[in-house]
């Protein structure tokens, strides 16, 4: 008997956010931007998964003496990726983030599948698609919260963005990868050292997810809201805090002071490690700081997706981190990793006087 065209088949396993976007079409805008990078040999490609894999391990006791912070759990280790492996692993994690957002929308919605449905599916795809595949061009590494606990301990670098900063700024491949793998390599041991660090965050994506508002005339008076806000005077935050609710504004200013602690103690980390390992440090430094200042309409798409606001967290955590340590050490900034109420609160990255006083008396 043939089966039935009218029935399609779901290849979803139960996931509701598998089924909330086109995640094929994403896969595809993404690499349609993305692009493969520059032209890399497969003796290159296998020198660096060594060189990275030696660098991650040695960055391990490098980053542990600096910071007193030791790992548990699985050693760390390197996957060497090309921009459409980051591409998909951060689709899948993307997925398992939203799933409660997504069961949400789908026991609002007919279980019947319109074309309309059909239509926002792929546009939703597409509109993640274009927002990964400009980042797959730009980062160098990344330990990924949302691995599977099997997983613990890999660490993404993308090797066609690195070989092309080495290429286009004339840097060492040797100092860079160990340098890049020094930062990485802190992110993995804060949340190796502080074993709540994972869920806090995991919760406080929930929280946010399930304050977004699924009914059409609050989301009409969100963007109300907005539209008043950015009349002259009106004196509310800019970007997307105009869409948020107060509630959610709240959350986003916790969540901001947090990422700004976790990257700003990496560049920290990895710039005071660097030091004694690499041989010129401020070349690399300078290198990087060329690569950001993009312009033309690639400025603007950095400012519409936050990318502007991910180097102001880089720079006003590492002077948070960097005032806190001049003053009282490592061994008092490390309170920072006791619990969650010990993590800097909005407005305290900015004055590192504020969280000593609050934290350490």
């Known amino acids: 008997m043939a089966p039935d065209p009218a029935v399609e088949l779901d290849w979803s396993l139960g996931s509701y956010a598998a089924r909330l976007a086109d995640w094929d079409a994403a896969v595809r805008t993404a690499r349609s931007i993305s692009g493969s990078g520059p032209k890399v040999s497969h003796a290159e490609r296998a020198v660096m998964r060594d060189q990275l894999n030696g660098h991650v391990e040695r960055a391990e006791s490098l980053v542990a003496e600096c910071t007193g912070i030791t790992v548990g759990g699985f050693r760390s280790r390197a996957w060497v990726m090309g921009r459409g492996d980051w591409t998909r692993q951060n689709l899948k994690g993307l997925q398992r983030a939203i799933e409660p957002l997504a069961r949400r929308i789908a026991e609002r919605r007919p279980t019947t599948q319109s074309e309309k449905h059909t239509i926002a599916r792929k546009a939703l795809g597409i509109q993640v698609g274009a927002l990964l595949g400009y980042v797959s061009r730009r980062v160098l590494g990344q330990v990924d919260m949302f691995l599977p606990p099997d997983d613990d301990g890999l660490i993404y670098f993308v090797g066609p963005n690195l070989v092309d900063v080495e290429r286009t700024f004339a840097l060492p491949p040797e100092d860079f990868r160990l340098w890049v793998a020094i930062h990485e390599v802190t992110h993995r041991m804060q949340f190796s050292g502080a074993s709540w660090l994972r869920a806090e965050l995991m919760r406080m994506v929930d929280a946010y997810l399930q304050s977004v508002s699924l009914d059409t005339k609050e989301l009409m008076e969100q963007l109300g809201r907005a539209v008043e806000e950015l009349r002259p005077g009106g004196g509310a935050p800019g970007g997307i805090l105009r869409l948020l609710t107060p509630e959610q504004r709240e959350l986003f200013h916790r969540t901001q002071a947090m990422m700004s602690l976790l990257e700003g103690h990496a560049s920290y980390v990895m710039n005071?490690?660097?030091?004694?390992?690499?041989?010129d440090l401020p070349r690399l430094q300078a290198a990087l700081s060329r690569r950001r200042a993009v312009g033309g309409w690639e400025s603007r798409v950095q400012r519409a997706?936050?990318?502007?606001?991910?180097?102001?967290?880089?720079?006003a955590g590492e002077a948070f981190v960097?005032?806190?340590?001049?003053r009282i050490g490592m061994p008092g900034f490390n309170l920072v990793w006791s619990e969650p109420a010990n993590m800097p609160r909005p407005g305290e990255i900015e004055e590192p006087d504020r969280w000593i006083a609050r934290v350490v008396g």
């Open 322 to 326: 960097g005032a806190v340590v001049g």
């Open 272 to 279: 005071v490690v660097a030091k004694d390992v690499v041989d």
């Open 305 to 315: 997706i936050g990318f502007d606001q991910k180097v102001a967290q880089y720079d």
